[in-house]
């Protein structure tokens, strides 16, 4: 069973920056693909971004596009989603999720995502 942990969330005022990190149990090989979600009170689950394997290309929301960006570090094991000129709306919690795929590296925010973490909770407020 892969375990992924969420850190980084914080309280930030708008316009701040925050980068979230991502951290598996194990080796995340370049057969997964991560996606990054988000929950704001009272709102249904939404995709944020993803990356793809082997290439590492992402794929954004309309929403945060040219403001987040997903990153990997296979030597840490680690996704990131770097956050930029955050605004109150960016408020929830923030998941990650990872699915092994081991032909198609394209990602998408509607894949079945197998594994979860738990959410790091992210505020933007004045």
């Known amino acids: 069973q892969l375990s992924l942990v969420e850190s980084g969330g914080d309280l930030v005022q708008p316009g701040g920056s925050l980068r979230l990190s991502c951290t598996a149990s194990?080796?995340?090989?370049?057969?997964?693909?991560i996606g990054w979600f988000r929950q704001a009170p009272g709102k249904e689950r939404e995709g944020v971004g993803c990356i793809g394997s082997s290439d590492g290309r992402a794929l954004y929301a309309d929403s945060v596009k040219g403001r987040f960006t997903v990153s990997r570090d296979t030597s840490k094991n680690t996704v990131y989603l770097q956050m930029n000129s955050l605004n109150p709306e960016d408020t929830g919690v923030y998941y990650c999720?990872?699915?092994?795929?081991?032909?198609?590296?394209?990602?998408?925010?509607?894949?079945?995502?197998?594994?979860w973490g738990q959410g790091t909770q992210v505020t933007v407020s004045s």
């Open positions: 194990g080796y995340i090989s370049d057969h997964y693909i």
């Open positions: 999720a990872a699915t092994y795929s081991p032909r198609v590296k394209a990602c998408g925010v509607n894949y079945e995502y197998g594994y």
